[in-house]
C-alpha cells in the first residue's frame, strides 16, 4: 500500500507544472485525497483537498485561483495543477489519503486521522 508523488521540479515564476499522486495497494474511491507541502523552517501547510463521494475540494488561500486538484478514477490518481507559481510556493509537496473524508476537515492543520502519506516531490520556484 503505497502513494507515490511525481511532476515536481524547477520551475521559473509565472509557470506551472501538475503533480501527480498514484495510489497502489488499494482504490482512491472511498477515500478524500488531500495535497499538502512544507517548506525549510515551516510547518506542514494543508493546500488543496478533495472529498470522497462529492469531490467537493478546499484550497488555502494562497493558492486559490491559482491550483486546482481533480482525480482520476479509472487511473486510481490524484493530481494537483499549480499555475502561476511563485517563489513563495517552493515546498517539498506530499499527497495524503483518509477514508471518508471531506476535504475542509482533511485540509485542517489540527487533522491527525490520514491513513496513508507519500514521501512528497520537491518543487522550486525560482528565475
Known amino acids: 500500500v503505497q502513494l507515490v508523488e511525481s511532476g515536481g521540479g524547477l520551475v521559473q515564476p509565472g509557470g506551472s507544472l501538475r503533480l501527480s499522486c498514484v495510489a497502489s495497494?488499494?482504490?482512491?474511491?472511498?477515500?478524500?485525497i488531500g495535497w499538502f507541502r512544507q517548506a525549510p523552517g515551516k510547518e506542514r501547510e494543508g493546500v488543496s483537498c478533495?472529498?470522497?463521494?462529492?469531490?467537493?475540494?478546499y484550497y488555502a488561500d494562497s493558492v486559490k485561483g491559482r491550483f486546482t486538484i481533480s482525480r482520476d478514477y479509472a487511473k486510481n490518481t490524484a493530481y494537483l495543477q499549480m499555475d502561476s507559481l511563485k517563489p513563495e510556493d517552493t515546498a517539498v509537496y506530499f499527497c495524503?489519503?483518509?477514508?471518508?473524508?471531506?476535504?475542509?476537515?482533511?485540509?485542517?492543520?489540527?487533522?491527525?486521522?490520514?491513513?496513508?502519506w507519500g514521501k512528497g516531490t520537491l518543487v522550486t520556484v525560482s528565475s
Open positions: 495524503a489519503a483518509d477514508r471518508g473524508v471531506q476535504a475542509p476537515r482533511l485540509c485542517s492543520p489540527d487533522y491527525r486521522g490520514v491513513d496513508y
Open positions: 495497494g488499494f482504490t482512491l474511491d472511498a477515500y478524500g
Open positions: 478533495i472529498s470522497w463521494r462529492d469531490d467537493s475540494d
